[in-house]
Each structure stands twice: as structure tokens, then as C-alpha cells.
């Protein structure tokens, strides 16, 4: 066993899907279900070589993909069994799951591992929408999965929803937000869509097949959801997710608050005493690596103090609570106000950011100008 006892954050990457979302760049891989059991071997194999060199204990653990719910769900046993010696108690343990697979009896299973909070995909209300999107999921499947969800116990349920998409009207955006609010959902991530390169949509695009909304339409669907959820009890405590009370999800805290997470699977990335590294994306090579005993890191970069430093702020800067200026000044030997002095006047004369309780936060204006606030801090 190694050193002294480190809380970290679990991150356990499940790279399989069904069939592949136009809109996803995420490291999943359709079709490829049968190689979840090697898979899954050497992802036990990649916990077993951190947790004999590391005395971890986790305090949050985020398994994701990928659907993880895509997999035989006794693999995602044998997962829960390799980690629940490790696992804090009271940890929040969070899955993701597509609504086309799962079922009544899968639910109730995960959550007797002591999963306490399940992610449901549902991106849009509107089944044609959802087909445009390539989602393999009817609106009654997911209404199927949040019943069953709450009939086997979890009562911390997040819902994905994206905005901001092709043919999606704003009134199309209401109905799926009202829908998703009535039913009490306890936290909803809200992103609009972003066109990355080697999707189903960035493909179309180029054909001149795909019609993307502008930003301002854009811009007017985010104030929307922020209106809406508000208004119905939810905490927009960072720019893209919403909360009931005390539903915050503390696994994105963790990266939020650049905290140190370990991420094993393919393709995932880990950031731990002051390095970040990250693992090989494709699958076969991450079982070959793990088969012979090696880890299947494929890079690593030390953290400069100033790099450091930029990722605290726009990270912080993302959340509603702010940065904790105080806080990063003990963290990293400055002075928060004289280091960042011109800058902070600049933004704030621009009504870009102000200072409440020794915190520093974006306003309004400098949520929709997120980026061009972050950058001046780089
Ligand atoms: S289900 Fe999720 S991970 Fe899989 S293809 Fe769709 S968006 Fe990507």
C-alpha cells in the first residue's frame, strides 16, 4: 500500500454506445458491447495498479461513458466491488444511463450496488427531434427509466438536455424544459450544441445539410433555461447546471473547484499532484496495455504555478459561489488582488465581474461573455 491517505475523485470511463449520437465526440464506440467483459478486465486491472500504489479513498466516483448502462450491468458489479473498499462513506457515486437500456430490474440492481445518483440522457422532449439527433431513445423510454429510477430508490436523478440545435424551436425548447421541471427532476444540465469535427452533424455541415441556429438564438434559449429553471426552484450554480437544494453534483465540484481526480478507462483523464495525464482513446490498445501488466497512460503534463492558477479561476469563475479569493492566496502564495489588480479593474468596468464576500463572480453580462472573461486571466 502507498503513502499517506489521498480523497480524490473517481472518474470510470464506459466507451460504448449503441449507436453513435450525430452530435458526440465523447470517446464511445457503437456496436462494440462484446468487448465489455476484456474491457471491463482491464479497467479492474488499471484500479488494482492505482489503488495498490495510492492509498485513495474516494470521495466522489462518476462512472460515464459512453452509456454504462449499454454493458452487461453485472460488469458494472464487478466495477463496484473492486472500488467499495475504497469508497467514503456517504460518497455521491453517480452513473449515466440511456433510457433505451435500462430497465425496471437493471435500475434497482445498480442501486444496490450503492449507486445514489443516476444521469438520465434525454437531450429533447420532441420524438422527432429526438431521431434527428440519432438518440436510439423514444420520450416514453426515458418517462419509463425516470419511474423506475425513482421505484428503485434513487432520489438524485440529473437529466442532459441541449439547446440550441437544428430545427429546435424555442417554444420546442419550453416544452422540453417544462416537461423535465414537472416532473421533478433534481438537477438538469443544460448545453447548447457545439459542431465538433468527425460528427455525424460536423459531416453535414460540410455537405451544407445542417441549418445551426445563431447565437443569438442561441443566447436567447440559455436565458430561457435560466429563466425557467429559476423561476421553478432550481440553483444555477454553474453557467451550464441547475439544482434543487442541496442536489449539486460534487463530482463536477471536484473538477469545478480543481480538485485532484483519478480518471481510468480509455481515453480518460486524471489530474493528481499537479500533473495531468490521460490514457490511450482507443479501446484494443487500452486492453493490450493493461494485458501486459503496463498502465495505459498515453501522456502526461507538469502544471506550471501560472497555468495552475488560470485553470482555479476560470474554473471557479464558472460557478456560482465564485472564486474564493482568500482561499486561492493561501493555495498559491499571492495576492489574489494585486497579482490580477488590472485585469480586475478592466472587467469590472466593463460589468463583467464584481466582488461579493471576499469572492470574485461574473455578472450577468459576463456569463454570455464567459469566454472573453477567462481569457484575460490566461
Ligand atoms: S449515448 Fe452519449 S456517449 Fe453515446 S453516442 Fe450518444 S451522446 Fe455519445
Known amino acids: 500500500m502507498g503513502e499517506k491517505m489521498k480523497e480524490v475523485g473517481l472518474y470510470i470511463h464506459i466507451p460504448f454506445c449503441r449507436s453513435k449520437c450525430l452530435y458526440c465526440d465523447f470517446n464511445s464506440y457503437p456496436c462494440r458491447e462484446d468487448d465489455a ?7 479492474l486491472r488499471e484500479l488494482h495498479a492505482y489503488q495498490e ?3 485513495f479513498v474516494y470521495k466522489t466516483v462518476f462512472i460515464g461513458g459512453g452509456t454504462p448502462t449499454v454493458i452487461n450491468c453485472r460488469l458494472i458489479g464487478e466495477i463496484m466491488d473492486k472500488i467499495a473498499p475504497r469508497i467514503k462513506a456517504g460518497a455521491e457515486i453517480s452513473m449515466e444511463s440511456n433510457p433505451g437500456t435500462v430497465t425496471f430490474d437493471t435500475l434497482k440492481y445498480y442501486r444496490s450496488l ?3 445518483r443516476l444521469s438520465i440522457g434525454l437531450q429533447a422532449w420532441q420524438a422527432e427531434l429526438l431521431g434527428e439527433l440519432g438518440r436510439i431513445h423514444t420520450t416514453e423510454d426515458f418517462l419509463n427509466a425516470y419511474n423506475w429510477a425513482r421505484e428503485s430508490g434513487f432520489d438524485n436523478i440529473n437529466t442532459d438536455l441541449i439547446f440550441a440545435f437544428p430545427n429546435q424551436t424555442t417554444d420546442m425548447w419550453k416544452e422540453t424544459l417544462d416537461k423535465v421541471v414537472s416532473l421533478g427532476v433534481d438537477h438538469i444540465s443544460c448545453y447548447s450544441l457545439i459542431l465538433e469535427e468527425g460528427t455525424g452533424f460536423y459531416e453535414l455541415y460540410k455537405e451544407g445539410k445542417l441549418q445551426l441556429p445563431d447565437e443569438e438564438l442561441d443566447r436567447e434559449m440559455y436565458r430561457i433555461a435560466v429563466d425557467t429553471l429559476g423561476s421553478n426552484g432550481y440553483l444555477q450554480y454553474e453557467i451550464s447546471n441547475f439544482a434543487r437544494k442541496n442536489m449539486e453534483c460534487r463530482h463536477n465540484l471536484v473538477y469545478w473547484r480543481n480538485e485532484e481526480y483519478l480518471g481510468v478507462g480509455a481515453g480518460s483523464h486524471s489530474k493528481l499532484e499537479g500533473k495531468r495525464f490521460w490514457n490511450y482513446k482507443d479501446i484494443n490498445r487500452y486492453i493490450s496495455l493493461a494485458a501486459e501488466g503496463k498502465l495505459p497512460v498515453e501522456g502526461q503534463e507538469e502544471l506550471s504555478a501560472d497555468e495552475d492558477m488560470w485553470e482555479t479561476i476560470f474554473l471557479a ?7 474564493d479569493m482568500a482561499g486561492f492566496n493561501s493555495k498559491y502564495g499571492v495576492d489574489f488582488r494585486t497579482r ?10 466593463q460589468g463583467l465581474v464584481f466582488i461579493e464576500s471576499d469572492r470574485l463572480k461574473l455578472t450577468k453580462k459576463g456569463i454570455d461573455l464567459s469566454n472573453s472573461v477567462f481569457v484575460e486571466f490566461a
Open 37 to 43: 467483459p476484456e474491457y471491463t478486465e482491464a479497467l
Open 114 to 116: 450503492g449507486i445514489n
Open 317 to 323: 469563475l464558472r460557478l456560482n459561489e465564485g472564486l
Open 53 to 55: 500504489r495510492y492509498n
Open 340 to 349: 490580477y489588480g488590472s485585469q480586475l479593474k478592466k472587467l469590472a468596468a
